[in-house]
């Protein structure tokens, strides 16, 4: 089945550390989707990237789709970065499903 | 970003009742989904739905399960009848596209809590 798993489970940095959080999948893919999800659950969508780098502020997505892998590199933390981070693979043939991985749980304390 | 939105917030039912959630979606999309997720668990995938049909739902997609959108209003999950399993955040989420280019990108609204008691 498919399968996405993400890394660390739960980060915690001092503000100002980086911090690069890791996602693994074992099935072919369209896409991955990255997103924050804020402690009250909604969530923002961060990065949609099938293959390559993607640059938004101080937030930077690498996907390398031969090694099965996607990244999500955080420099500079603030204290408002807290929250859960996921990844979710864009998986379909009819219509567009998202397969989630588990999330990782970031804390940045001031 | 794009905003999708999600009628009611938070619902509380007695098992065996019924249930419609709503969603009002990104306007110009033409892709929609349900997700649902348990607290503390993984979000999983429910259904999606293009052009008035679904078009790939998932185990978790019970019978007592449907999604419509009639007429371009809300889209919308009914759920008939309730269990208590079914108790879990429901997020709406929507694309213009689909297929591997960013229109694919899934916008989620803020979720409904549901609470089967």
């Known amino acids: 089945g498919q399968q996405v798993q993400q890394s660390p489970a739960s980060l915690v940095l001092q503000e100002g550390e980086n911090a690069e959080l890791q996602c693994n999948f074992s099935?072919?893919?369209?896409?991955m989707q990255w997103f924050y999800q804020r402690p009250g659950g909604s969530l923002v969508s961060l990065f949609y990237?099938?293959?390559g780098t993607k640059h938004s502020g101080r937030l930077t997505s690498t996907t390398v789709i031969k090694e099965r892998r996607s990244s999500l590199h955080i420099s500079s933390s603030q204290t408002t970065d807290s929250g859960t981070y996921l990844c979710?693979?864009?998986?379909?043939?009819?219509?567009?499903?998202?397969?989630f991985g588990i999330g990782t749980l970031l804390s940045v304390k001031p | 970003g794009p905003k999708v939105l999600q009628i009611p917030s938070h619902q509380i039912i007695d098992m065996g009742q019924m249930v419609t959630l709503n969603c009002d979606p990104v306007?110009?999309?033409?892709?929609f989904y349900w997700y649902k997720q348990i607290l503390g668990q993984q979000m999983e995938f429910l259904v999606n739905?293009?052009?008035?049909?679904?078009?790939?739902k998932s185990k978790l997609f019970k019978d007592q399960f449907s999604v419509e959108r009639p007429d371009g209003s809300y889209f919308t999950l009914k759920i008939q009848p309730t269990a208590l399993e079914d108790s879990a955040v429901y997020f709406c989420?929507?694309?213009?596209?689909?297929?591997?280019?960013?229109?694919?990108?899934?916008?989620f609204g803020p979720g409904t809590r549901l609470l089967v008691l």
């Open positions: 979710a693979l864009v998986y379909g043939s009819s219509g567009n499903k998202l397969i």
């Open positions: 989420a929507s694309s213009r596209d689909w297929g591997g280019a960013d229109q694919d990108t899934q916008y």
């Open positions: 739905f293009y052009n008035g049909k679904v078009m790939e």
């Open positions: 990237n099938p293959s």
């Open positions: 099935t072919s893919l369209n896409s």
């Open positions: 306007s110009n999309h033409l892709y």
